[in-house]
């Protein structure tokens, strides 16, 4: 079993549709990181955190550290928004990482 | 403030060879971590440094090593190639003094493929 699982792996979506991305852990950590990939390749941090909730836009991230659960939420999606996120959690130096979520975004 | 650097882009390199890839952190930043993804094993851990000293290895066969020079920026190296070899390495670069509990930075990666 991985050491995190992301759910669903792919989602296909209409454009301005609320989206939840899901990420569960069996490991101790000391941050959850959310990760967003597009097809060339580069990785862009979308947010850290180790309690609570975040907001940034219209992305929302919440983690629930007793259920070693994340949520990444998108509002009114958008094309744009179609790449794959990916979580991953952190302690000893390294990354972890979900096998990713892969979003399509349909106009 | 420029991001993380890595060069080269793309690289084709046949079976048997080696090969050098950089990173050039964000100035300011210690830490330099290097990962492959693939499609079959999806992003894993290779290495981290910091300050020039290697803190963790990730479960890779000897022919992958790497290194961190004063400045910071980090090369990594693989011999004596194999088609297994032909990933993206990604590396990121981030200012934490202890766990990884502070933003990661990555760069656009260094395709490389094996034929």
């Known amino acids: ?107 | 403030k420029a991001g993380v650097t890595q060069t080269p882009r793309y690289l084709i390199k046949t079976r048997g060879q080696q090969v050098t890839l950089s990173c050039s952190p964000i100035s300011g930043h210690r830490s330099v971590s290097w990962y492959q993804q693939t499609p079959g094993q999806g992003l894993q851990f290779l290495f981290e440094y910091f300050s020039e000293t290697q803190r963790n290895k990730g479960n890779f066969p000897g022919r992958f090593s790497g290194r961190q020079f004063s400045n910071s920026r980090s090369e990594m190296n693989v011999s004596t190639l194999e088609l297994g070899d032909s990933a993206l390495y990604l590396c990121a670069s981030s200012q934490q003094t202890g766990g990884m509990n502070t933003e990661a930075f990555f760069g656009q990666g260094t395709r490389l493929t094996v034929v």
């Open chain 1, 1 to 107: 079993k991985n050491e995190v699982e992301q759910s669903p792996q792919n989602l296909t979506a209409q454009e301005g549709e609320f989206i939840t991305i899901n990420c569960s852990y069996s490991v101790g950590i000391s941050a959850l990181h959310w990760l967003q990939q597009h097809p060339g390749g580069g990785i862009v941090s979308l947010f850290m955190l180790s309690s609570g909730k975040k907001k940034h836009g219209r992305l929302i991230a919440t983690i629930n550290i007793q259920e070693k659960h994340s949520s990444l939420h998108i509002t009114a999606s958008h094309p744009r928004d179609s790449a794959v996120y990916i979580c991953a959690v952190s302690g000893a130096q390294k990354l972890v990482f979900g096998q990713g979520t892969r979003l399509t975004i349909n106009p």
